[in-house]
């Protein structure tokens, strides 16, 4: 069965510095791969995805992922992060049906 | 674009009663999805249509809850009876083609007690 793994629940950096939040999944398959952000009571809203072709890819607000199926990662990363990027990101992959699996999400905490 | 619209934000009710979830996809979307939201369980399919048909509801925890979309414009997601465990946040998602992405509204934070 299709699962995403996110192992840190819980990451804290300061603003300005890079950021990496870990994301690992399991599938068959070529992956889906789609990045969202959460804010605090709100909805989901798409950062980047990869379907297919060049294994980085960019999104909006700077970030970026790189597909890895060697080790079967997608990473996403910033170069310097805003206090405004403060949310929980929840990483996901899309099964033969097209159904998204979400991973259990990583809440980011930004330092001044 | 108004994006997918769902309403009411905020649902408090006592155990036993009716609660209806409603949604309203983006226009031109044929794919429309329902999602619960715990800290417990995270992010879960309930159901989701394509062209106002149930295609997969495999993820709806029991027969207390039910979703119908009877038109493309408009979908509903009941709970009947309510219990406290249902207490969530319910999310509907829209998209364009299967496989593409989903666009979410912002969510129906439901307090049954």
């Known amino acids: 069965a299709q699962s995403v793994t996110q192992p840190d629940i819980h990451i804290t950096v300061s603003e300005g510095a890079s950021l990496e939040l870990r994301c690992n999944y399991s599938?068959?398959?070529?992956?889906?791969l789609f990045w969202y952000v959460q804010s605090p009571g709100q909805g989901l809203q798409l950062l980047l995805k990869y379907f297919s072709g060049d294994t980085l890819v960019q999104g909006i607000k700077g970030f970026e992922a790189e597909f890895k199926r060697s080790q079967s990662s997608f990473n996403l990363r910033k170069p310097s992060v805003h206090w405004s990027d403060a949310a929980e990101y929840f990483c996901a992959v899309a099964d033969s049906s097209y159904k998204l699996i979400f991973g259990s999400g990583t809440r980011l905490l930004v330092r001044p | 674009d108004a994006g997918v619209i769902q309403s009411p934000r905020h649902e408090v009710t006592e155990m036993g009663q009716e609660v209806t979830l409603r949604c309203k996809p983006i226009?031109?979307?044929?794919?429309l999805f329902w999602y619960r939201q715990t800290m417990m369980r995270g992010l879960e399919l309930l159901i989701y249509f394509n062209n106002n048909v149930p295609i997969d509801d495999s993820g709806m925890p029991e027969d207390r809850f039910s979703a119908k979309m009877p038109n493309a414009s408009f979908s509903t997601l009941k709970i009947q009876p309510s219990e406290p465990r249902d207490s969530a946040v319910y999310f509907c998602?829209?998209?364009?083609?299967?496989?593409?992405?989903?666009?979410f509204g912002p969510g129906t934070r439901l307090l049954v007690l």
């Open positions: 998602a829209s998209s364009f083609l299967s496989g593409e992405t989903q666009y």
């Open positions: 599938y068959g398959a070529t992956p889906y």
């Open positions: 226009s031109g979307h044929d794919y």
